[in-house]
């Protein structure tokens, strides 16, 4: 199964996360800033899929977190997650 790189501020939706992926096999990590993915980075060897929300908190926005980490996941697969129907551009 897929090593799953959860990045989410909210800790309710956080944990629901981290709880169904793992119901599903997956392997998780979660972070809910952009500055706790970095330090993921320096001790997570493999991520598979980062699974962000792209209206982070911070100086710095899930949709960043996503391009800064791509070039870490291999292969990258990076679904965004937003409760705001306005933050995919629709």
Known sequence: MASVLIVEDEDQVRVLAKSYLR????????AATAEEVLAVFEVVERIDVLF???NLRGDVRGRETGYDSASRISP????PASRSPTACGR
């Not at 119901?23 to 979660?30: I, K, M, P, R, W």
């Not at 990258?76 to 679904?79: E, G, H, V």
């Open 23 to 30: 119901e599903q096999g997956h392997q998780t990590v979660s």
């Open 52 to 54: 962000t929300d792209i």
């Open 76 to 79: 990258c697969s990076t679904p």
